[in-house]
């Protein structure tokens, strides 16, 4: 026992200020719960959230090219951290703009601390370097969402039904996480990346407290990302959840659970990937498959986004077992793009409105394309580029993440890979068809005027998914630069 | 042959085509508000284009090598693949250029008059002025993509203009035939660029001309049998020649410009252009002479029987492009001699049929022959311009078509070894039969006594459609002598790599033999015509006969019939075969993937129950094979 007593570590503020940003006004957003008046209540924390999301985005562009470790080496701030983070912080704001907007079901304005804490957590957990502090993160960013998720107005027995499934399975993951934690600090005697990577092959304890520790650490990520045998809660809780949430979640915790995934791999176990790297490679081709197979048969149609989310997770799973900077800044890529194109098509669900709410099931959709030529195209631009056509983001993104997984020598990866984005393009083409050339149905569903703040979101969706399929360019280079972590 | 950088007005090659394009887009996007200036816009855009096109061909006399190339854009660049677009003026071009225009613009002027009370007359000039466009394209490109795309832009305006009276089953199923007929020649010639292309890694005439003498022999004739099969679908040749009579469902200045003095000449062209290629191969050059002579004959052949006066002109074309055929595969000094007649062939073809056209607009639209007679004393002016025609086509003496055609027929004799003898007779014998029908013709329809039906009130044509047929009828009877005087061959040789001053010096047979055979069976063709149709009354029904010949001339060769068995049936019963392996083989693999996938989906979709408990179990079915998996691979 060191004696010496607890001394401060450094702190290097500049680096951590977007994180330091989103802490900070998620606890003045308590404040404002508490203090200021209801009918006020509203546009100052819908106004308090986003501005601390944008100076956060700021304050990561005006650190980027930090390569550093600080906070008693708890914290990496390297290019991989701070593209993750510029992501969420911009994704954050696109699916806060859905939350925000008064023509969505009006959640209750605690939400917006519980997504700024949540937000903050996930920042955290992309440039986590300590496997305690990254466990801290992961409840961070866990624990607001399963109130979020419960928040719901409308069909409130399904949101809470949501909830709990969410948090009762969500435990069970953090405790195989946390159980890997303690196996691989009795392998390593340390819970740093870079000593779990020093230890390996110099450790003379045994390899089954690296392996086993690995593996369960590895569960507690991937439940996070939503690969499957992982996969079960995704459907119930994007269904039950509300929209802007699943948004959020479909968006911003894709990009942190991957994020830490591709750390926790690449810093700490990159010497032990031929132990690995099969695993991840099965896991990546049942993930595509049963995500696109289940896809096929769904009627409703926030789990047949759900279910795309999960194959989805799979392909993005390609590009990580890619390995390399080329592996790692196709998955880049990929979770930005895939973000925006997710949060548009959540906010194009939440304007098609029946007496009670959103009408989610796929039936209600038909003719749509009559009704409402804009809105359908829009959908229809969406669902293309999930399909993954050319002049969308998606075709880049997929051609990324199979280009990285072929460099890596994964074949039958790809193959599994291109067969199930054929799969999965058919209950996308159906709804096209659904909507266009399908009868209207005679009571439909009304379309919402979207708000401005929806108007907004749906804008940076449509401009994004667009630009990154026709001029890809910048932000290929920018995740190909910021594809290094630091150890 | 060497080239220069276009300058001066030169530089501005690419308005030649950007004036009749615009011209089409406004008159095709501006819809019912053109209706009223529509045709004077696609008059002047034509005009202007010719204007233009004569100022450039005097500034490419001034020019050091008489060759100008411009470069407009990178086209395709793709991999290997680099096309760039550009434009070369060379004195082939050149004379395509004021011939296109200039006989455009007249059959422009001409079409105010004729399709005045036409109510689609705007649309009808769009593609007129499209067809320019892409016409104008196909010979001023510099490689063989841009001469595609050339290619493929006149074979649409044809068939737009064929179609034109859609309402028409008739002209839809011509325009159908057409279109696809050309689709089998165009084949040929993509296939002939893909070759090159995987041959030589390059598109450009300039590139491929260069590299042609690396190819070896059974490349050579393979790329130059394809591009023969192109210009023989593009040109109405043997074996596909039928859609070119059925093609005069058209408008008749439709017929005039395209399917008479430009567009089926483009064959002509190609091969023209490409001689390099057609030099190094004699198998090549023979089958095109081959071609050439079987077509022209059929033409005569089938001329000789028909009735109606723009299938008769039809038929003469299809023959008279043989001449070309036959006078380009003869090569050397005769690819001139095919140009000249080209270019001789354009007037007074195109002016007999907007003749044909002015008898069609003062009798009721009839086009039967056998019920026309006397009509020189209604309408004179088209009787006469007609006629100068009709002495350019037959070769009478001073005359236009006496020039070239006999020129060809003596270069055909002059070629070596029998091959020689059998052309050159063909090409006789074929001479005595154009003055045969094309006698028939001018004497059924404007001498001897009225057979014309009761509600007929034959009348002279308005002046815009006269004016156009008098200019055609000077160059008819002048464009011979005029063109050969101005150097036409000393200006054309050097394309073709030859020496300016080099002529056809006839051998075997001299030229005042040849002229001298010629008259006797052209005269001998005017005889008998004389005889059997102007001497003795002439039945208003066809007669029915029994003769084989006849039979078979007025059944068109029966060219359907050899069509049809051979290429429309099988080409059905293999279409039946393969929608049965489609619809059985196929979508039966593909339904059955998807009904597989869709029953996987549902039996996977039970596993989820909604149950927490099962869900979790599931996650620790999941870790246990992920650990397992994990400890496996090294401990176990």
């Keep these: ?487 | 042959m060497r080239t220069e950088a276009a300058t001066g007005v030169l530089s501005a090659l690419w308005v030649l085509i950007a004036l009749p394009l615009a011209g089409a887009a406004v008159l095709l996007l501006a819809g019912r508000r053109a209706d009223r200036w529509g045709h004077v816009l696609g008059c002047l855009t034509s005009g202007t284009a010719f204007v233009l096109g004569l100022v450039q061909f005097f500034a490419l006399r001034a020019t050091e090598h008489r060759s100008v190339t411009l470069h407009l854009f990178d086209f395709i660049p793709v991999g290997d693949l680099k096309v760039d677009l550009g434009l070369l003026f060379d004195p082939l071009s050149a004379v395509f250029v004021l011939l296109i225009t200039g006989v455009g613009t007249l059959i422009h002027v001409y079409s105010i008059g004729y399709m005045e009370h036409d109510p689609g007359r705007r649309r009808f000039f769009a593609y007129l002025n499209l067809f320019v466009a892409a016409m104008l394209l196909l010979v001023l490109g510099n490689n063989f993509v841009a001469l595609y795309v050339g290619w493929e832009g006149v074979g649409l305006a044809s068939y737009l203009l064929i179609a034109f009276w859609y309402d028409r089953p008739s002209a839809a199923t011509a325009a159908k035939k057409a279109f696809l007929m050309n689709r089998v020649g165009d084949v040929g010639l993509a296939i002939a660029i893909f070759l090159l292309f995987a041959q030589l890694g390059t598109v450009s005439y300039e590139g491929v001309f260069a590299g042609v003498d690396k190819l070896n022999t059974a490349t050579l004739t393979t790329v130059a049998l394809l591009l023969l099969l192109g210009a023989c679908g593009k040109s109405g040749q043997f074996p596909l020649q039928a859609w070119l009579p059925d093609a005069m469902e058209g408008p008749t200045p439709v017929s005039a410009l395209i399917h008479a003095a430009t567009m089926v000449t483009a064959g002509v062209y190609l091969i023209a252009r490409t001689n390099p290629i057609f030099d190094l191969t004699h198998t090549g050059q023979t089958v095109v002479c081959a071609v050439g002579a079987i077509t022209l004959l059929i033409g005569c052949i089938v001329g000789c029987a028909k009735d109606d006066i723009k299938r008769v002109l039809a038929y003469s074309t299809v023959s008279q492009i043989g001449y070309m055929f036959l006078a380009v595969g003869l090569g050397g000094p005769a690819y001139a001699i095919g140009i000249f007649h080209l270019l001789t062939h354009g007037f007074f073809k195109a002016g007999m049929f907007l003749g044909a056209g002015s008898v069609m607009h003062g009798m009721n639209d009839q086009v039967n022959i056998r019920r026309f007679g006397g009509l020189i004393r209604y309408m004179p002016v088209t009787a006469i311009t007609f006629g100068l025609g009709y002495l350019a086509i037959i070769g009478f003496p001073g005359f236009a078509g006496y020039f070239s055609k006999d020129l060809i027929i003596e270069a055909a004799f002059d070629r070596p070894g029998w091959t020689g003898w059998l052309f050159g007779g063909i090409a006789l014998f074929g001479a005595g039969l154009t003055a045969f029908y094309m006698s028939r013709l001018y004497f059924l329809t404007f001498l001897g006594k009225p057979r014309w039906t009761d509600d007929v009130h034959p009348h002279e044509s308005p002046r815009s459609m006269t004016v156009p047929m008098i200019v055609l009828a000077i160059g008819s009877v002048a464009g011979g002598y005029v063109l050969k005087a101005l150097g036409l061959f000393e200006w054309l040789n050097p394309v073709f790599g030859l020496a300016p001053d080099e002529h056809l010096h006839a051998e075997r047979l001299s030229a005042a033999a040849v002229t001298a055979m010629t008259l006797v069976v052209v005269a001998a063709g005017i005889g008998i015509a004389y005889a059997m149709f102007l001497r003795r009354p002439v039945p208003v029904v066809a007669p029915a006969v029994t003769n084989p010949i006849v039979r078979a001339a007025r059944n068109d060769l029966y060219a359907n019939t050899v069509n049809e068995a051979l290429f429309a049936r099988p080409g059905q019963y293999l279409a039946r075969a393969l929608v049965y392996v489609d619809s059985r083989g196929v979508d039966g693999l593909v339904n059955g993937l998807a009904a597989m996938v869709g029953g996987t989906s549902s039996r996977l979709r039970r596993t989820q129950t909604g149950f927490v408990r099962s869900y979790a179990l599931t996650m620790l079915g999941g870790a246990v094979l992920v650990v397992a998996a994990l400890l496996v691979v090294r401990v176990g």
């Design chain 1, 1 to 487: 026992m060191n004696t010496t007593g607890f001394t401060v570590p450094q702190l290097d503020y500049a680096a951590l200020l977007p994180m330091l940003v989103l802490f900070g006004a998620a606890c003045l957003g308590v404040l404002v719960e508490a203090f200021v008046p209801r009918p006020l209540r509203r546009p100052v924390q819908a106004g308090l959230a986003l501005l601390a999301l944008v100076v956060s985005f700021g304050t990561v562009v005006l650190a980027a090219g930090t390569q550093t470790i600080t906070a008693g080496r708890a914290v990496a701030v390297d290019g991989p951290a701070l593209f993750l983070q510029g992501s969420i912080a911009v994704l954050g704001i696109a699916a806060l703009l859905l939350l925000a907007d008064r023509t969505s079901d009006e959640q209750p304005t605690e939400a917006f601390p519980l997504v700024l804490f949540s937000l903050g957590g996930m920042m955290l957990f992309v440039a986590a370097n300590d496997l305690l502090i990254m466990f801290v993160a992961l409840e961070v960013l866990s624990l607001p969402l399963y109130l979020l998720c419960g928040l719901a107005r409308r069909r409130r027995l399904l949101s809470q039904e949501a909830a709990v499934k969410y948090f009762l399975l969500g435990a069970f993951a953090s405790a195989f996480f946390l159980y890997g934690v303690a196996l691989l600090y009795g392998y390593a005697d340390s819970v740093r990346l870079a000593d779990l990577y020093r230890a390996v092959g110099s450790s003379g304890r045994s390899d089954a407290l690296l392996l086993a520790g690995l593996a369960m650490l590895l569960i507690g990520l991937l439940f996070k990302a939503g690969a499957v045998p992982f996969h079960m809660w995704t459907p119930d809780v994007y269904q039950g959840a509300p929209t802007p949430i699943t948004a959020l979640m479909a968006a911003c915790t894709k990009v942190a659970a991957f994020g830490a995934i591709l750390r926790v791999l690449q810093v700490a176990f990159l010497n032990t990937r031929w132990d690995w790297r099969p695993v991840l490679i099965a896991v990546a081709m049942v993930t595509m498959v049963v995500g696109a197979v289940l896809a096929v048969t769904q009627t409703d149609l926030k789990r047949l986004l759900a279910y795309s989310s999960i194959a989805n997770a799979g392909f993005i799973l390609c590009g990580v077992a890619g390995l390399g900077p080329a592996g790692t800044a196709s998955t880049l890529f990929y979770l930005a793009s895939y973000g925006f194109t997710t949060v548009g098509a959540f906010a194009v669900v939440m304007l098609v409105r029946d007496a009670d709410g959103e009408a989610t099931h796929l039936s209600r959709w038909a003719g749509l394309g009559r009704r409402s030529p804009l809105l359908a195209a829009v959908f229809t631009f969406f669902l293309l580029a999930f399909a993954g056509i050319p002049l969308t983001s998606g075709f880049i993104s997929k051609f990324g993440v199979f280009a990285a997984a072929l460099d890596g020598g994964a074949v039958a990866l790809v193959v599994v890979g291109v067969i199930a984005s054929m799969v999965i393009a058919f209950p996308y083409l159906r709804l096209i068809v659904l909507m266009y050339l399908s009868e209207p149905v005679p009571d439909g569903p009304t379309v919402t005027v979207p708000g401005a703040f929806t108007a907004a979101s749906l804008a940076l969706g449509v401009a994004a998914t667009l630009l990154l399929g026709v001029v890809p360019g910048p932000l290929l280079d920018l995740a190909n630069r910021a594809s290094e972590f630091v150890r």
